[in-house]
């Protein structure tokens, strides 16, 4: 028997759309679906900028940067701090919450039906996040200028902070988000989160924590603030703390492939 | 070209925790038709289903979809078959079109989707955001986003089910349009008027194993010739069922549906009639139906498995619960 005709509005034209396609337009509804969350743009936004601007006008009144001995200007020390905060926040919370309420709301499974493959879904997570972290990156960037920071940016520090900070806290965070059930994932990313916040060393450097501070800077969230201001304060490429967070992403990756199934 | 069959499977056997989900089941779906498996919840229906749309890997046994194996060839069959998922697959925030869209995009030669939605009735929440759509526009946007890829083959798990019957019928023409356009299209279902009104080919499936499979008509045609319905005002006398098939001789069945209804199933005709008539009056019972009526494939799911449907599915729930 010979096919059908391919006539009539419903007659079967089947096939994939481009994978560059296919990924782009999962990244833009990833970030748009992050950026327009009430919940995920406090955490990417509105939580860093606060600190920022609570951490500069407050510890100026305070002299902070004299009580914790701090090389530096207030603001040039909180505001790499406070952009390693916003990536942390990114790629380990949002991502991991993103994740475990996929897997929940079956999206993932349904998404698995169309033609685009694991690897897409994944590089357009990844895209995703770093709009996301761009966007931060202009915001908390703007206010920092607006308060008078004056960065001394050494640009492949800076790359290769973000790119190792992503790169470690997604694979902790997906690894999170794989292990545990969706409200649990959410408890945990933002606890961790909270502690990591207060006492990683992420927000003040390594040196404000007293002997705790040689624990933090070996913490991914104490390596990619280190990170951060040695390529802000001084230019400069903070090879031990890169080191640090490549250490942490090779673990959190191979954590992540042993346990996680998208459904 | 001979035409190859868009699904076949055979011997599938799959396993959960040492239960048998699905026993040795063979299948096969002819193509530009539409096939609908019917069966109890908990019958193996979806995970029949997911196995063909490579969600899970056969314990046993072999499945065909478009000559394809749906694991190892998973990438070359999923831009040509369609799924629709029983209830959620989308994010809680997202807008049911932005989420058609998206779905789209990641094919090549897409349907319109504004068309899409008009045909389905989602223009009036094109702008909701999921978590907020009522169960059926989130059941009609599952259809819509199963079919707007120009499948060959859509699979559609429970397709009406939340569904007011407006939406119902929509559904169905809709899933009859697709099949004239040339699109094979595979349904599940525990509804049996759905089966009946919509499928060319029905299977019905119980406990895994495939019990009848033949259009609607072979299946009701087959077999004993009629059933009578009986609906009594009060709940029967203790017994009932027993004593009216005394009354009606061996070759007739007689199952109790609830505690004010029964069928009776067999070479039943007028004189079949009265005589259920008359025993209702011996021991003062009040008819509030009697019906002759054809096989319908509820009586064959009954004659098959001495269990309505229904009941099938109480059984299940209470398994679940207990």
Request: glycine content about 12%; hydrophobic content about 45%; overall charge neutral.
């Amino acid at each position: 028997m010979a096919e059908l005709a391919a006539t009539g509005t419903f007659a079967p034209r089947p096939g994939a759309a481009p994978l560059t396609r296919q990924v782009l337009a999962q990244a833009g509804m990833e970030a748009r679906l992050m950026l327009r969350n009430g919940e995920q743009l406090l955490l990417a936004l509105v939580i860093p900028v606060i600190v920022l601007l609570a951490g500069v006008t407050g510890g100026d009144r305070i002299d902070l940067a004299d009580a914790l001995d701090l090389e530096g200007r207030l603001v040039d020390v909180l505001t790499p701090g406070v952009l390693a905060l916003a990536v942390m926040s990114t790629s380990f919370t949002s991502l991991a919450i993103a994740t475990g309420f996929e897997r929940r709301y079956g999206v993932i499974k349904r998404l698995g039906a169309s033609p685009l493959p694991r690897t897409g879904l994944l590089a357009g997570k990844v895209l995703a996040l770093l709009v996301v972290v761009l966007v931060q990156l202009f915001v908390i960037g703007g206010v920092g200028q607006l308060l008078g920071w004056t960065p001394q940016p050494g640009v492949l520090g800076f790359m290769l902070a973000i790119v190792l900070g992503c790169a470690a806290f997604a694979s902790l965070g997906l690894f999170v988000a794989g292990v545990l059930r969706a409200e649990a994932t959410l408890a945990a990313a933002n606890l961790i989160y909270l502690l990591l916040l207060a006492g990683g060393a992420v927000v003040l450097p390594v040196s404000a924590y007293g002997g705790f501070g040689d624990v933090a800077r070996w913490l991914p969230s104490g390596a990619l603030g280190e990170a951060m201001r040695t390529a802000l304060l001084d230019g400069g490429t903070g090879w031990r703390d890169l080191g640090v967070l490549a250490a942490w992403a090779v673990l959190g990756t191979g954590l992540t492939a042993r346990t996680f199934t998208w459904e | 070209m001979p035409e190859f069959p868009a699904v076949s499977v055979s011997g599938l056997v799959m396993e959960y925790a040492g239960k048998r989900a699905v026993d040795g089941l063979d299948l096969e779906v002819a193509r530009h038709s539409i096939t609908a498996v019917l069966g109890p919840n908990g019958a193996g229906k979806t995970t029949t289903l997911e196995t063909c749309e490579g969600y899970r890997r056969p314990h046993a046994g072999s499945v065909r979809v478009l000559e394809l194996d749906p694991i190892r060839d998973r990438r070359a069959l999923l831009p040509r078959i369609g799924v629709m998922l029983q209830g959620q697959g989308a994010w809680s925030g997202v807008r049911a079109m932005e989420m058609l869209r998206h779905v789209a995009r990641m094919h090549a030669h897409p349907l319109d989707v504004e068309m899409l939605a008009d045909r389905l009735g989602l223009e009036s929440c094109g702008r909701t955001p999921y978590r907020r759509l009522s169960g059926g526009q989130q059941q009609r946007l599952g259809l819509a986003m199963a079919i707007v890829g120009r499948p060959e083959l859509v699979f559609v798990d429970e397709p009406t089910a939340g569904m007011d019957p407006q939406a119902r019928r929509t559904t169905w023409e809709l899933l009859r349009e697709l099949r004239g356009d040339g699109v094979t299209v595979v349904l599940t279902t525990h509804y049996l008027d759905e089966a009946e009104q919509l499928a060319d080919n029905v299977h019905i499936i119980d406990r895994g194993r495939m019990i009848a499979s033949g259009t609607p008509l072979e299946l009701t045609r087959g077999g004993n010739s009629a059933t009578i319905r009986l609906v009594v005002t009060r709940p029967f006398p203790p017994g009932a069922p027993e004593s009216l098939r005394a009354t009606l001789g061996e070759r007739i069945e007689v199952t109790r549906l609830d505690e004010r209804s029964l069928v009776v199933t067999g070479p039943a005709d007028g004189s079949t009639l009265a005589r259920v008539s008359r025993w209702c009056e011996e021991h003062d019972v009040l008819p509030e139906s009697l019906i002759l009526g054809r096989r319908s494939l509820e009586d064959v799911f009954l004659e098959i498995t001495g269990r309505p449907l229904a009941a099938a599915d109480d059984t299940i729930e209470e398994a679940l619960r207990g």
